[in-house]
């Protein structure tokens, strides 16, 4: 179970993530990992030696399992798979790339470790059929305008996947704002979007006066906005799904498919697997 300080500790990491250029790197847990135990130190056994200890065999789904999947990201990201087995590498269920707010003077440092992310690509979806669930992908959390204007293309010419979370509240940022709905319009023909509330709301902040505001109508927006309803959502703070609280019932009723957590992307409990158009 996770303790206050143990989430306290997970909120203050990807914190420090977020400020480093570049994003952060995460290798997320699919159903089938979740499935056989979800202990993401079975992925690549090979590489714990000289971890500290609390690393090596972490509790599923807690702030040390966190730190060790990225931990694996970044490793597979720097190396570019080089090094590697075939084995190992078929053994990595998904890795995100994760940006929020990006200064413009990061830009050198996003493009290198994008086009490091494009290479990894080409080893963990060699001749991929494009109806399997994705292997790679960059994913761009709340909606900031300079994250998107700066990393979408980029992908575009690498080829990677993007999938856009926004949010609807304006970023209260002298540098960087949201979205516009025309911006996420032309944004959507070619890039999915994904649920993210309206206003950077935890799943547990969802009550019957806000469920409406900050879920159904963000989904009906997003369906609006891109043609087609979002697939894949994700909630302030990376929670899992849990099938008590109300915003998670209300995603399954509006057909959301997938959740991404800090830990994992995994399939709606009642729902058809999440693939991406």
């Known amino acids: 179970m996770t303790t206050d300080q143990s989430a306290d500790e997970l909120e203050s990491y990807i914190l420090d993530q977020g400020e480093q250029p570049g994003g952060a790197p995460v290798v997320l ?6 499935a056989a135990g979800a202990d993401p130190s ?15 065999r972490p509790a599923p789904f807690t702030y040390e399992a966190y730190v060790l999947q990225s931990v694996l990201g970044e490793l597979l990201l720097e190396s570019e798979g080089a090094g590697w087995s075939q084995d190992e590498l078929r053994a990595i269920p998904l890795v995100t790339l994760n940006f929020h707010d990006v200064a413009p003077d990061h830009l050198e440092a996003v493009d290198g470790r994008l086009n490091k992310l494009a ?30 204007e700066m990393i979408v293309p980029i992908c575009e010419r690498l080829g990677l996947r993007v999938v856009i979370l926004p949010i609807a ?12 709905d025309d911006e996420l319009i032309r944004l959507a023909r070619k890039h999915p979007l994904g649920f993210h509330t309206l206003t950077h709301r935890m799943a547990e902040d969802i009550t019957p006066a806000t469920v409406t505001s900050e879920v159904t109508d963000v989904v009906h927006r997003l369906t609006r906005l891109a043609g087609r309803p979002p697939r894949v959502g994700a909630w302030c703070g990376g929670a899992r799904f849990d099938d008590s ?3 998670n019932r209300r995603l399954r009723e509006l057909g959301v498919t997938g959740l991404v957590s800090n830990w994992s992307w995994e399939t709606i409990q009642g729902q058809p697997p999440a693939h991406l158009p």
Do not use: Q
């Open 119 to 148: 290479r990894l690509r080409g080893l963990l979806e060699p001749d991929r059929d494009e109806e399997l669930p994705p292997r790679v992908v960059v994913l761009l959390f709340d909606g900031y305008r300079d994250a998107a």
């Open 42 to 56: 079975a992925l690549i056994p090979g590489i714990l030696e000289g971890l500290p200890e609390a690393l090596r």
């Open 245 to 247: 609280l109300l915003g």
């Open 169 to 180: 509240v304006e970023v209260e940022d002298d540098r960087a704002g949201t979205l516009s």
């Open 29 to 34: 847990l699919d159903d089938a990992a979740v």
